[in-house]
């Protein structure tokens, strides 16, 4: 499953870079560390909540969100690390983190941290222990209360230095249904 194809890949990589000028200042924390916990904190809580919170976080560049949201609508939201934004799409069931030169390793300890507490409650499709050196994959799935999806989809891709992370809350999904061992 491809998410992020490699013209979009590009584009998403120019728009980062454009967005944190490459003169961004340094996170006291890892980039793997803030890109979880704006899963957490972020789209999760909007998906759970049905509105985005942005506590803190600045409003990405006009020209960066034309970009990034490439016809739709939403906001980006610039985290404490310059190299990690979220995607804020109008719809209350999407929702992107998108991180550019995140170490795979800090962001798989991160990743294996929040498994810990939070993500014990999903189940997982796929190794999270992703590749440092291919593109790789791995899928979350949950069902909510009121009987829908709550999906979470990494991608990696070390050759672009780039990690993605798809959040959709949808009610009906063929690969939840599998992962979950749902009859249809």
Known sequence: MELFGECRM???????????????????QDGGTVMVQALSSGCLTKLNSGEFSEGSLERGAQNVEAALLNGKQ?????TSDPRVVIVDFESA???????????????RDALAAWRGIEGAAFTVSGDPMLSETDPDGVY?????????YLQITITSNPGHNFIGIVT?????????????????
């Open 10 to 28: 590009k584009r998403l990589v120019l728009a980062i870079i454009v967005s944190i000028g490459w003169g961004g200042f340094a996170s006291a």
């Open 74 to 78: 939403g906001r980006i939201w610039r």
């Open 168 to 184: 959709t809350r949808v009610k009906e999904s063929f690969e939840a249904r599998d992962v979950l061992g749902e009859e249809e």
């Open 93 to 107: 069931t999407a929702c992107d983190v998108m991180g550019l030169q995140i170490d795979v390793v800090e962001f």
């Open 140 to 148: 979350f799935v949950r069902k909510t209360d009121d009987d829908q």
